[in-house]
């Protein structure tokens, strides 16, 4: 599966919580040291999983979102089930830890 853009609101709620898959949501930005480490694993974790959704949202392009989910620092990792926020991740973390959570979703 490839890497989700979310741009918009809308394609958030359709893409990733309405979808019926867990999903793994990067919440970024390109400013962001960090962020730029963690991009890469998160682009090759979306190119060889295909039983979850995973994006990344630009905390300046959609900073409605990252309000909403209370994202206070970059990057977070945030996982969902059914729609549902199960579990959050801040920092810079590890493929294998990420992978960990994913699995457990499915």
């Not at 898959?21 to 963690?38: H, I, Q, S, Y």
């Not at 959609?62 to 970059?74: C, F, M, R, W």
Request: hydrophobic share 45%.
């Amino acid at each position: 599966m490839s890497l989700l853009h979310i741009e918009r609101k809308e394609d958030f709620i359709t893409e990733v919580l309405n979808v019926g898959k867990p999903a793994m949501v990067d919440f970024w930005a390109p400013w962001c040291g960090p962020c730029k480490m963690l991009g890469p694993i998160v682009e090759a974790m979306a190119g060889e999983i295909d039983y979850a959704v995973i994006a990344k949202v630009d905390v300046d392009v959609v900073s409605e979102l990252a309000t909403e989910y209370g994202v206070q620092n970059i990057p977070t990792i945030i996982f969902f089930k059914e729609g549902k926020e199960v579990q959050r991740l801040v920092g810079v973390r590890s493929k294998n830890e990420m992978m960990v959570i994913l699995d457990s979703l499915k």
